[in-house]
């Protein structure tokens, strides 16, 4: 246990001693606070008539609180999953392995340890994206006359959620980056997987209930599912979502079938 935990701190140092873990931070609160405050400005204004919508047809938000707040996990979780993938590729791209591994060759051990690192930045990233949705996104509903719904014990359920979501996805970033360990590739195939291929698989998968069934357990769905609020509920009206307890399990699912296949096929080779 005592050299387990002695790993976690050295995979801590590892992260603490470079700009990528800070610089992707400003990045994701500055990128969420600006999403959730001016969509909660321009949802709140025509939710209250402030603004009305050519044609006269006003679109049904739903609950419009937990949708802004949610911005933090739908739009932000591309951020802790790079950070996870990047502090793994970055120890085959640099080679810091090589010494990891002479001081402890249990590589299970320095694989465990550098997924819960991983997941404490997650819960950590988590923090700063709702710091920056509820900021940002609070006030603008304030300020249009919509109620932030911070007094009620769903948003604060929620906002535990949405901790537990973004962990979960460091730990797939850890597990993409054991699997795929080229710095380049796994940065391209996260966002354009993330950007581009799941939104229209899920957009896809709005227009009937067979295809709608298989898409609810897309990463990004399920983690949706767990936080119980997406941009994607009114974006894919039709789309159908998982339980929270069930999206949680599929995004651990997905963590741990990426390490595994990661740890069989990369990280037990040698280390050049």
Not at 19 to 29: G, P, Q, T
Request: hydrophobic share 55%; glycine share 12%; no cysteine.
């Amino acid at each position: 246990m005592s050299r387990f935990l002695a790993g976690v701190n050295a995979e801590f140092t590892k992260l603490f001693t470079t700009r990528l873990w800070w610089v992707l931070a400003i990045v994701l609160f500055a990128y969420i606070a600006l999403l959730s405050g001016g969509l909660a400005g321009l949802f709140g204004a025509i939710t209250t008539g402030a603004i009305a919508p050519s044609g006269g047809n006003v679109p049904h938000f739903g609950a419009l609180a937990p949708l802004i707040y949610s911005f933090a996990t739908s739009v932000g979780y591309v951020f802790p999953v790079l950070l996870g993938a990047l502090a793994t590729t970055g120890e085959f791209r640099h080679q810091t392995l090589t010494p990891t591994f002479l001081a402890n060759p249990r590589r299970g051990e320095v694989l465990g340890a550098k997924s819960l690192t991983s997941l404490l930045m997650g819960a950590g990233y988590g923090a700063v994206a709702l710091v920056g949705s509820v900021a940002a996104g609070a006030l603008a509903l304030s300020i249009a006359g919509v109620d932030t719904q911070l007094g009620d014990s769903d948003t604060w359920a929620l906002f535990g959620r949405a901790l537990i979501a973004m962990a979960l996805w460091a730990t797939i970033g850890v597990g993409l980056g054991v699997l795929v360990p080229n710095q380049a590739a796994v940065i391209v195939i996260i966002l354009a997987f993330t950007q581009f291929v799941e939104p229209l698989l899920r957009l896809a998968g709005s227009f009937s209930d067979l295809t709608g069934t298989i898409t609810k357990f897309l990463p990004g769905a399920a983690s949706d599912g767990l936080v119980g609020a997406s941009f994607f509920t009114i974006s894919t009206p039709g789309s159908a979502q998982l339980d929270w307890w069930q999206g949680g399990l599929v995004l651990v699912g997905y963590a741990v079938v990426l390490t595994v296949i990661g740890w069989l096929t990369t990280w037990r080779r040698d280390v050049t």
